[in-house]
């Protein structure tokens, strides 16, 4: 039905909290993949789950994000004390399969660490 | 190191003329390129792709054009309308190697002027 949602749109959290992003896929979809948008630059990919096995996190920039998709449709980004340098869109994108190219995002949570 | 380049930030364009967006990469991996439309506060949207077998892809007012042995792609809005005007982030994809995450340019924002 509908499209790639994510909750919530905007975020601020003060340093040190931490924070957990949400992701619906569109129903079906078996590829989950997670950006990180900074100002003024294009997204940058973080990690990515087909169904509930992360197969790639190697671009989760430390030890803590933590992505999960326990049961291979909504999944979480979670973010551990918090940093300034954290602070950035986070877009969440599904595809049909793993051998979809297009893939389609959702509106993005836009994290503000102050 | 970046390895897929948007080098024009900005670009402006009279109604009606032909917005031309260019993008260059240099992993000569990528087998599929794409083109995303994002308006502010609104994830990316797909737009058209190619693949490196072909040079040419049409839909509708959007052609991209590929050149693998420039290793350049661009993209072709005729006529320009005034809700084209967004960011444009040109995307590249090397599925064949596995590799399933997009990675994007900076991104071009076109202005349409009416």
């Known amino acids: 039905g509908a499209g790639v949602s994510q909750s919530p749109r905007y975020k601020v959290a003060k340093r040190g909290q931490d924070v957990a992003l949400r992701c619906d896929p569109i129903?079906?979809?078996?590829?989950l993949f997670w950006y990180q948008q900074a100002l003024g630059q294009g997204p940058e990919f973080l990690t990515y789950?087909?169904?509930?096995?992360?197969?790639?996190k190697s671009g989760l920039p430390s030890d803590r994000f933590f992505a999960e998709r326990p049961e291979g449709s909504v999944s979480t980004l979670k973010i551990q004390r918090t940093q300034q340098e954290d602070s950035a869109v986070y877009l969440c994108?599904?595809?049909?399969?793993?051998?979809?190219?297009?893939?389609?995002f959702g509106p993005g949570t836009r994290l503000t660490v102050t | 190191d970046q390895q897929v380049k948007q080098n024009s930030p900005s670009l402006s364009v009279q109604e009606g003329r032909i917005s031309i967006l260019n993008c260059d990469y240099t992993?000569?991996?990528?087998?599929?390129f794409l083109w995303y439309k994002k308006y502010p506060a609104e994830g990316p949207t797909f737009l058209i792709s190619?693949?490196?077998?072909?040079d040419k892809n049409e839909d509708g007012r959007f052609t991209v054009f590929l050149n693998k042995s420039a290793k350049h792609l661009s993209l072709h809005i005729v006529p320009s309308q005034p809700g084209d005007s967004a960011v444009y982030f040109c995307a590249a994809s090397a599925l064949s190697s596995g590799n399933t995450p997009l990675v994007f340019g900076k991104g071009t924002r076109l202005s349409v002027i009416a």
């Open positions: 190619i693949s490196s077998i072909k």
């Open positions: 992993n000569s991996m990528f087998d599929y």
């Open positions: 129903s079906g979809h078996v590829s």
């Open positions: 994108a599904s595809s049909r399969d793993r051998r979809s190219y297009e893939q389609y």
């Open positions: 789950f087909q169904n509930e096995a992360q197969l790639d």
